[in-house]
C-alpha cells in the first residue's frame, strides 16, 4: 500500500516561475489537504478538499490554487513563485471529517527552493 | 496568535526512561488531538489520538493524556527507545461536522540517548 505519494520530491523554481505539485491518495479516503511547513512554524494548512469537488482555504492560501483532480488526486499550483514560498510542502488524507476521529495520513513531502 | 503551542523545542532523554511531550491550546472548542512524529525527509506519521470524552488514551508504550480544564496534553512514552528519536508534533481540532483543519503545533525534538 503506497498511502499518499507525492512528485516531486525536490523541486528548484526561479521566482516568477509556476508549477504544480501533485498528489496522490489510494486509500479511498474522502478528504484531501496541503500543508506546508517552515522552521518555527509548524505545519500550516493552505487548501484542503473535504470531499470530491470540493475545495476551501486554509491558513495560508495566498500565492497558491488548488485543484480535486477525482476522489484519488489533489493537486497545489503556484502560478508565479515567490521566495516566501521557499518550504516543504506535505499532502495529506483523512477518511472523513474530525467529527469521525479521522486522523490525516501524510506523504512524504515535496521541497521546494524558490532563488 | 498560535493556538496550539509546544513550548519545548527539544527534549533528551535517557533510553529505557519516561519521555514526556506537552502540548497546550487556548481554543476552548478543540475535542480532537493527535500526535505525530516526524523522520528528517519524511512525512509526519500519526501515533495517537484522543477526543475529549476521555482523560487518557493507551497504545503499547504511547500514552496520551487530556486535561481540559488547563487545556493541556501530553504525550508519555515509556520505555523510551533510540528509535523514538525524532520531532513530535501535537494537533488539534474541532469534531465538528463540516470542520476539517487540523491545527498543528511547532514541534518538540526528542533525543532519546543510548
Known amino acids: 500500500n503506497a498511502g499518499v505519494t507525492q512528485t516531486p520530491k525536490f523541486q528548484v523554481l526561479k521566482t516568477g516561475q509556476s508549477m504544480t505539485l501533485q498528489c496522490a491518495q489510494d486509500m479511498n479516503h474522502n478528504s484531501m489537504y496541503w500543508y506546508r511547513q517552515d522552521p518555527g512554524m509548524g505545519l500550516r494548512l493552505i487548501y484542503y478538499?473535504?470531499?470530491?469537488?470540493?475545495?476551501d482555504k486554509g491558513e495560508v492560501p495566498n500565492g497558491y490554487n488548488v485543484s480535486r483532480l477525482n476522489k484519488r488526486e489533489f493537486s497545489l499550483r503556484l502560478e508565479s513563485a515567490a521566495p516566501s514560498q521557499t518550504s516543504v510542502y506535505f499532502c495529506?488524507?483523512?477518511?472523513?471529517?474530525?467529527?469521525?476521529?479521522?486522523?490525516?495520513?501524510f506523504g512524504n513531502g515535496t521541497r521546494l527552493t524558490v532563488t | 496568535d498560535q493556538q496550539v503551542k509546544q513550548n519545548s523545542p527539544s527534549l533528551s532523554v535517557q533510553e529505557g526512561r519516561i519521555s514526556i511531550l506537552n502540548c497546550d491550546y487556548t481554543n476552548s472548542m478543540f475535542d480532537y488531538f493527535l500526535w505525530y512524529k516526524k523522520y528528517p525527509a519524511e512525512g509526519p506519521t500519526f501515533l495517537i489520538s484522543?477526543?475529549?470524552?476521555?482523560d487518557k488514551n493507551e497504545d503499547g508504550r504511547f500514552t496520551v493524556f487530556l486535561n481540559k480544564s488547563a487545556k493541556h496534553l501530553s504525550l508519555h512514552i515509556v520505555p523510551s527507545q533510540p528509535g523514538d528519536s525524532a520531532v513530535y508534533f501535537c494537533?488539534?481540532?474541532?469534531?465538528?461536522?463540516?470542520?476539517?483543519?487540523?491545527?498543528f503545533g511547532t514541534g518538540t525534538r526528542l533525543k532519546v540517548l543510548a
Open positions: 494537533a488539534a481540532s474541532e469534531s465538528e461536522p463540516g470542520t476539517y483543519k487540523y491545527i
Open positions: 495529506a488524507s483523512s477518511l472523513d471529517s474530525p467529527s469521525y476521529n479521522s486522523p490525516l495520513h
Open positions: 478538499s473535504a470531499s470530491e469537488g470540493t475545495t
Open positions: 484522543i477526543s475529549s470524552i476521555k
